[in-house]
């Protein structure tokens, strides 16, 4: 095997070139970066593991960098924030070599790029064990200030980009983190709530009526159901593949019906939206399927258990 | 096994408290942290992996946990600058269970407080592989900036805090990392380039002379050897124990001769300093034996290859 980590650290600083935003980069003990211009800022982490969140193949290392910036700059755009930087720890299997990191660094670099998010710093280490890519990213708010989770009123409509389930199929390596759709809407009608579906729109939503301690009912044949979900043919229907099924990351929103409507008269960006539902006072969630009879929408979906 | 990812992260949140820099922390898609008052940021990363940072046992999850940040601290240190936020990435093996889960966070929370740092937010995984934990510290520097790998000036001499080699005797989990003294002796001093030993004196040091683009000569009989590299026994000296041991987690820096003399004459922390040689123009370093040979110190220590 050709390399190691540090010609990769080498490699990885000529390639990634100066940015205002990180007057000190890789190559010391933390990177310097410029102080914000005193909005709110943001930070999220996620870390993705081999044979959990993705598996080589069919992932290409490419793919998995790519992913690793993916879900965390969709959690900037569940917050309506700007992405700025990231910085990128990564565990790589010995076994895989040089090129396979180079690889795993170019994909996360192409979305960064994409998504003008300076890459600050990171730590690359070697071990026998799989892959593993934790990256944290830092963003800003707007003057809207930030969209919570816990932000949802009672009449508040619920929203969704997109098309829901059967991500699995390809879109979970694929996607295109929300985060100009979020900016829009959230400039364009002030959104009271907002979450990225990446545990499945039954467990998400759950998690938005928790923090805003409120209910909600849903419609069955209004949710946008992807044709990944159509075509799963695995006994579970498409409709239970949109709430179920993890890794849409698509945006789930609440605002207030007169904002609603106004969006949808006039939406702000190209990709669809659907209105689903209804935030209710009280708790939990009501599914009112397609022959009309309501039944209780239990949180399920995506859940790690010990 | 008891417990899941959602049970973990409600035991965390209800744990980690408020803090007024992180107006809102665990629960939401991302953190949002308060606007830094105007000095430059740092931001650390560190991923520690199991078999290679650590065993469990003799290592307890309490210990990873507290090393994960540690590392991390002693980066920011390393920088002169003051830790303020943390936010916390963890694989867990499946077969560990919840307990386990809340030692390691319960590790990590310890040396927060003690540092005063804030947890920001975190993601939790589970997965059939090793232990896997990554740490992104935030920091800020002071009035009189952040110290750098590269700013190492000819006539500079060459310090380190407390005793070099044998860290993996136990000094590799038990260290405190060097924040305040970092603070100290910059404000002391005002120190010209700095680096926090992790991989070793020789490696480390070169670190610095290649970022600063000058040399170095060292003193063998200078270098303070710790009491755990005199007693390895394992057929290396402990000379080359402290030239060559990582995980110190030591300050190694360098300032003007006037300022240092000054140090050491009056000495503004209680761990031990010593005057270990000179930065030199050139490159590389030399090592003057205690025969008073000198011979060149090869970039060494610890270098995870593929």
């Known amino acids: 095997m050709s390399g190691s980590e540090f010609q990769l650290i080498e490699w990885l600083r000529a390639r990634v070139g100066r940015d205002p935003r990180v007057p000190v980069g890789i190559g010391d003990d933390a990177a ?6 005193g909005a709110a800022g943001l930070v999220a982490v996620d870390m993705l593991m081999e044979g959990v969140h993705f598996t080589l193949p069919p992932a290409t290392p490419r793919d998995v960098g790519r992913k690793a910036l993916a879900v965390n700059l969709s959690d900037i755009a569940a917050m309506a924030g700007v992405p700025t930087l990231a910085v990128v720890a990564v565990a790589l299997p010995r076994a895989r070599g040089y090129e ?9 670099h192409e979305l960064a790029r994409e998504f003008d998010v300076a890459l600050a710093g990171g730590d690359t280490n070697v071990w026998d064990g799989g892959l593993v890519v934790a990256v944290t990213v830092f ?3 707007t003057a809207r200030g930030p969209v919570l989770r816990g ?12 098309a829901l389930g059967g991500s699995l199929a390809g879109k979970h390596l694929s996607f295109v983190p929300r985060v100009r759709e979020a900016l829009r809407l959230h400039e364009a009608a002030g959104l009271n709530a907002m979450i990225d579906l990446s545990d499945g729109l039954a467990t998400d939503l759950h998690r938005v009526l928790d923090e805003s301690k409120v209910g909600a009912v849903l419609r069955a044949e209004a949710i946008p159901v992807s044709d990944a979900a159509r075509a799963a043919a695995d006994g579970r229907t498409p409709l239970e593949h949109a709430l179920e099924d993890g890794e849409d990351f698509e945006l789930l929103f609440t605002l207030a019906e007169e904002d609603a409507r106004r969006l949808l008269a006039s939406p702000p960006i190209e990709l669809p939206l659907a209105h689903i539902g209804e935030i209710t006072t009280g708790s939990g ?8 009879k309501r039944r209780a929408l239990p949180r399920a979906g995506w859940e790690h258990a010990f």
Chains 1, 2 share one sequence.
Do not use: K, Y
């Not at 396979?100 to 996360?108: P, Y």
């Not at 969630?285 to 009309?292: A, N, Q, R």
């Open 285 to 292: 969630c009501e599914l009112i399927d397609t022959d009309g």
């Open 100 to 108: 396979f990191a180079q690889e795993l660094h170019r994909g996360l």
């Open 139 to 141: 963003g800003e708010a």
């Open 32 to 37: 310097v970066i410029a102080p914000s211009a």
């Open 151 to 162: 932000g949802a009123r009672p009449g508040d409509w619920i929203l969704v980009t997109g």
